[in-house]
């Protein structure tokens, strides 16, 4: 079995940033206006709200609801559930679903610290959902509506960007369905109506980020390694 070093891994993440990054109404959630989170530096502010780049974001999302079929309705409402299978299934990656069971705690519990990681940087920047926003036509779809929380960076987004690159560096060759996948997961919430382009944006940089920073921690490559061989076994790979 092939194994990744820490500078192999970093490598694979950057390449992979590279590839697929660049391309006020009352809430009941508080607003912090700051965050201690180290990660949450790496983002720039969001446009203000009455923005010329936020009004183009806005007509960008008109048009996605207007030209939207039952399909694409369809994947933006599965793609808000947060979860391993979901992602490979999104991919089009066959899977053991018996077999991943025994690889989702890894997944799990990176996932629990990224969430508040993000919860961080939402509370940091405080941007209203382009659904929330004063004098906007948008009609997300339900399903995909998340509770009430602020929409920069997209925790989806982050989400996919994190998962991806790590089931990227565990079957590379799969990367580039993968790296597609998260641009996929991302867009599905654009298609929904709950994030702006720029939400996006960022939630891919965020979780590319903090998949890059796990390698450097303590005692993850044995985790990590451990996981790549539940995961290849599960999807049929040597």
Partial sequence: MRRFGKASAATLFLAGAFLIVWGQTALAV??????DEPLVGLLQPPPCETCEETKAELVELVALEKGRTPEQVEHAARDAELSL????EGAGIAFDKE????????FLKRRKAEAASVKA????FCRVRPYATSGNNLHPI???KPRESFSYPSGHSTYGATTGFLLAAMMPEKKAVIYERIN????????AGVHYRSDVEAGKLYGTAIAAAL??????????NKAKACVRKAAGLP
């Fill in 85 to 88: 299978p979901r992602f490979l």
């Fill in 30 to 35: 508080e607003c912090q206006g700051r965050s």
């Fill in 215 to 224: 390698f450097a921690k303590p005692g993850f490559q044995a985790e990590f």
């Fill in 184 to 191: 996929d997961y991302a867009h599905s919430r654009m298609v």
């Fill in 142 to 144: 339900q399903e995909a």
């Fill in 121 to 124: 940087a939402k509370s940091a």
């Fill in 99 to 106: 077999a991943l069971k025994a690889c989702e705690d890894f």
